[in-house]
């Protein structure tokens, strides 16, 4: 079991930056699980933002994203952040921290098991 809150949305604007955080809980040893970001716009399906694997610190990134965000995470505080830069309209959405033992750093979404309750983004002209 694992349990994921996130924070640090909020509003923005466009070509501005914000940071989200991802604290997770859980019982078990952190060395296989896979962390992700997912994210949903009104009307939108949920869509793959960013992944990191905790072991080897592999990473996986939608192109919509690539070049502006950065997923990391931290050890100790075991946190995962999204560093969002260069932020768009279309980056609006409600993001999503999700997580997974074993495996690897996986798009689909139907993969993993864990899930925050999500954090709002909005951006404006």
């Known amino acids: 079991q694992v349990q994921l809150v996130e924070s640090g949305g909020g509003l923005v604007q466009a070509g501005g930056s914000l940071r989200l955080s991802c604290a997770a809980a859980?019982?078990?040893?952190?060395?296989?699980?896979?962390m992700a970001w997912f994210r949903q716009a009104p009307g939108k399906e949920r869509e793959f933002v960013a992944a990191?694997?905790?072991?080897?610190?592999?990473?996986n990134y939608d192109d919509s994203v690539k070049g502006r965000f950065t997923i990391s995470r931290d050890n100790a505080k075991k946190t995962v952040y999204l560093q969002m830069n260069s932020l768009k309209l279309e980056d609006t959405a409600v993001y999503y921290c999700?997580?997974?033992?074993?495996?690897?750093?996986?798009?689909?979404?139907?993969?993993?098991?864990?899930w925050g309750q999500g954090t709002q983004v909005t951006v404006s002209s």
């Open positions: 990191i694997a905790w072991s080897d610190s592999d990473t």
């Open positions: 859980s019982g078990r040893s952190f060395s296989s699980i896979i």
């Open positions: 999700a997580a997974r033992f074993g495996g690897v750093v996986y798009r689909n979404g139907r993969l993993y098991d864990y």
